[in-house]
């Protein structure tokens, strides 16, 4: 049976390509979701790929995947470092979280240091453009393959 993984993306990522190409590339989020379906293809998981400017949206698909979803890939753009909410909301998803940026935050602004995401999550990626999407996936897929064997 497949198994179900949403890559949830936060505020602005609709401007992908078109936003400040210098630090997020020129790819767009459409281009992005192209090469994620690729690799859920050979991973054998249905993905589930939204993105959106609105910080209940985001809380609400995580609802849903927690009763649909084995794990989840997000990036939370800027609500990655001013949302308790969607930690909380994570902090009740039972299964592998990955987060990722497209940007090395860590390069950035001080602002961009902290992340509310960064303590739940089972991994981080920053700083490896769009190819962070695919390589979180292929982590998420492992993870779940781990999960499963453990009976969890
Ligand atoms: C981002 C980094 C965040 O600091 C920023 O607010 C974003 C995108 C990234 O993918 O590099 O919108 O999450």
């Known amino acids: 049976m497949k198994r179900v993984v949403y890559i949830i993306n936060g505020p602005n990522l609709n401007l992908l390509g078109k936003r400040q190409p210098a630090i997020y590339g020129h790819e767009t989020l459409a281009d992005v979701e192209i ?24 809380i609400d698909w995580i609802h849903e995947a927690r009763e649909t979803a084995a794990g989840i890939v997000i990036n939370p753009a800027a609500f990655t470092h001013t949302s308790v909410a969607i930690l909380d909301a994570l902090n009740a998803f039972d299964g592998p979280v990955l987060e990722i940026h497209i940007s090395n935050v860590h390069k950035r602004e001080a602002f961009r240091h902290h992340s509310y995401v960064s303590s739940r999550a089972d991994g981080v990626i920053a700083g490896f453009g769009t190819q962070g999407y695919t390589l979180a996936l292929q982590r998420l897929s492992r993870l779940i393959d781990e999960t499963a064997t453990k009976g969890g």
């Open 35 to 58: 090469a994620c379906r690729r690799v859920a293809t050979e991973s054998n998981l249905e993905l589930k790929f939204h993105q959106s400017n609105r910080e209940y949206e985001i």
